[in-house]
């Protein structure tokens, strides 16, 4: 379920980039189980199904760039994250083997292609949900993306040099379980994108309503906003931060409160 979640999430934040009385970032539940019993959650198949009807678009060469289940004229490039991989794979001779967690059917893989099909080897390892999986492997794997259900399969059959969490640890139901394994996995390169941090002390769990007009339903589920010092120390003991970034230079809401998705880079300690 937490994967999924994800999927629905960067056309919506550029959506309610505006402060909305209906729809966005709301409440400060005291756990993830008080925020899940207030949603109204999701059409699993639907998401789903739309997804892969656009993400083939961009296999085929029908579109330019997909975002979940949106289409778009031109790729909508992250700068941040392309200079990550250009850079581990550096380190490597030209070789990238990464795992992107929660990475649907390849949009990010889609996304930067262009840029890295001159490497000596390219493996894209997505984790995803069951159904996700299936769908991936039935019409999306190739010699570069192959799918996974959990970090210890990949793992079983891949020396991963970058662990990439994009848009999805705020999803989790236990967000610093997935950084604990990530921390004693001992992959040597770690990135975090498009968090978007508590500005307080503590986390701060919401639920985040979405309009309709995105797949055409309505939809609430539980989002962290997390304590920035908390995901810091629960990488700190065995990988170095080497810097910061802003995935993009839009304002969003939680309730009127403003905040903008952030990353970090981060290599193992030696």
């Given at each position: 379920m937490?994967?999924?979640?994800k999927?629905?999430i960067?056309?919506?934040?550029h959506?309610?980039?505006w402060?909305?009385?209906?729809?966005?970032?709301?409440?400060?539940?005291?756990?993830?189980?008080?925020?899940?019993?207030?949603?109204?959650?999701?059409?699993?198949?639907?998401?789903?199904?739309?997804?892969?009807?656009s993400?083939?678009?961009?296999?085929?060469?029908?579109?330019?760039?997909?975002?979940?289940g949106?289409?778009?004229?031109?790729?909508?490039?992250?700068?941040?994250?392309?200079?990550?991989?250009?850079?581990?794979?550096s380190?490597?001779?030209n070789?990238?083997?990464l795992?992107?967690?929660?990475?649907?059917?390849?949009?990010?893989?889609?996304?930067?292609?262009?840029?890295?099909?001159?490497?000596?080897?390219?493996?894209?390892?997505?984790?995803e949900?069951?159904?996700?999986?299936?769908?991936?492997?039935?019409?999306?794997?190739n010699?570069?993306?192959v799918?996974?259900?959990?970090?210890?399969a990949?793992?079983a059959e891949?020396?991963?040099?970058?662990?990439?969490?994009c848009n999805?640890?705020?999803?989790?139901?236990?967000?610093?379980?997935?950084?604990?394994?990530?921390?004693?996995?001992?992959i040597?390169?770690?990135?975090?994108?498009f968090?978007g941090?508590?500005?307080?002390?503590?986390d701060?769990?919401?639920?985040?309503?979405?309009?309709?007009?995105?797949?055409?339903?309505?939809?609430?589920?539980p989002?962290?906003f997390?304590d920035?010092?908390r995901?810091?120390?629960?990488?700190?003991s065995?990988?170095?931060k080497k810097?910061d970034?802003?995935c993009?230079?839009?304002?969003?809401?939680?309730?009127?409160?403003p905040?903008?998705?952030e990353?970090?880079?981060w290599?193992?300690?030696?």
């Amino acid at each position: 379920m937490f994967y999924l979640v994800k999927e629905l999430i960067p056309p919506v934040a550029h959506s309610l980039r505006w402060f909305s009385f209906n729809y966005g970032w709301k409440g400060d539940y005291k756990n993830y189980d008080e925020a899940k019993q207030k949603c109204s959650g999701y059409d699993e198949q639907a998401i789903l199904n739309k997804i892969k009807e656009s993400t083939l678009k961009v296999k085929n060469k029908e579109i330019a760039y997909e975002r979940d289940g949106i289409s778009y004229d031109q790729v909508q490039m992250n700068f941040p994250m392309l200079s990550v991989l250009l850079y581990v794979a550096s380190k490597n001779d030209n070789e990238l083997v990464l795992i992107d967690f929660g990475g649907s059917l390849g949009t990010t893989f889609y996304q930067n292609y262009e840029y890295l099909k001159h490497l000596k080897k390219l493996k894209w390892c997505i984790i995803e949900q069951p159904s996700f999986v299936e769908a991936g492997k039935a019409s999306f794997e190739n010699e570069h993306i192959v799918f996974y259900d959990s970090i210890s399969a990949c793992l079983a059959e891949n020396k991963v040099q970058l662990f990439m969490i994009c848009n999805v640890l705020q999803y989790l139901e236990k967000p610093y379980e997935l950084l604990e394994e990530v921390k004693n996995s001992g992959i040597p390169h770690v990135l975090l994108d498009f968090i978007g941090y508590n500005d307080k002390a503590g986390d701060r769990i919401t639920i985040q309503y979405v309009p309709p007009v995105f797949y055409g339903i309505e939809a609430s589920y539980p989002c962290y906003f997390p304590d920035r010092n908390r995901v810091k120390l629960s990488l700190a003991s065995h990988y170095e931060k080497k810097y910061d970034f802003l995935c993009a230079p839009e304002k969003y809401y939680l309730q009127l409160k403003p905040f903008r998705y952030e990353g970090s880079f981060w290599e193992i300690k030696k």
